[in-house]
């Protein structure tokens, strides 16, 4: 089997029912500063970067330190023999530069199965997508090639819009740093969670919707394709 085949194969036979999904939410540039995760079913949230904590606690979510809460995953599941399943190798390079060792088994890429999905089973809308990229990488414009270098087609919501999942109202391709920025800010200048006007509580919880749905919604498309990949087997 290649590559692709054999990390789809690994989440069929109910490990990905099994498996823990994870994302990491970081700045464009700079530290990251939240996780969310789903396992048994069940997703939580939790906070790094200590400049978040009102905002944490306003939402009844704990705030930990990124490595040791990291480590305590990565034992969990090697421990219970379970998958860590992200969307894009970011994950694993988070953990990697943080000191968090992760065998090499035990980490799949999400996006190889939706690439070899799309392959199999999408092969209209592979092609469709290599020639918008082609398109947008050749351009003349900012704007064209800004979307090229944002990955326009290839992203989470691109995928999980082809098996028809919709992205929440609220989401915004790389809108996470303008709103954790506009939120620390307020709460710098402002003392308490309570003070912060009601559009910068409402970017908080929309940073916090935009994550649940980058595991959540990874999650349900995964299900999906599995089902499909395995129709076409």
């Not at 036979?13 to 939410?25: K, P």
């Amino acid at each position: 089997m290649s590559r692709k085949q054999l990390t789809w194969h690994r989440l069929d036979n109910g490990q990905l029912e099994r498996a823990i999904i994870l994302d990491f939410e970081s700045f464009q540039v700079g530290p990251t500063v939240l996780a969310g995760v789903l396992a048994d079913g069940q997703f939580g949230q939790v906070v790094f970067d200590r400049r978040l904590d009102l905002s944490a606690r306003a939402k009844g979510l704990d705030v930990a330190d990124l490595a040791s809460w990291s480590s305590l995953l990565v034992r969990r599941a090697i421990d219970q023999d379970r998958l860590i399943v992200a969307f894009s190798s970011t994950e694993s390079d988070v953990l990697v530069d943080i000191g968090v060792e992760v065998p090499g088994l035990r980490f799949v890429n999400a996006k190889m199965v939706a690439d070899e999905w799309r392959k199999r089973c999408r092969p209209t809308i592979r092609k469709q997508v290599a020639q918008l990229r082609r398109k947008l990488r050749v351009s003349r414009s900012p704007k064209q090639r800004e979307r090229y270098w944002a990955k326009e087609g290839n992203r989470l919501i691109d995928y999980a819009a082809n098996v028809g999942i919709k992205r929440p109202h609220m989401y915004r391709h790389r809108g996470v740093t303008r709103r954790l920025n506009d939120v620390m800010g307020q709460l710098q200048r402002r003392g308490a969670y309570g003070r912060l006007t009601r559009t910068a509580k409402a970017k908080w919880a929309n940073v916090l919707r935009h994550n649940e749905f980058d595991v959540v919604g990874l999650s349900e498309m995964l299900g999906i394709m599995l089902r499909e990949l395995k129709s076409h087997a």
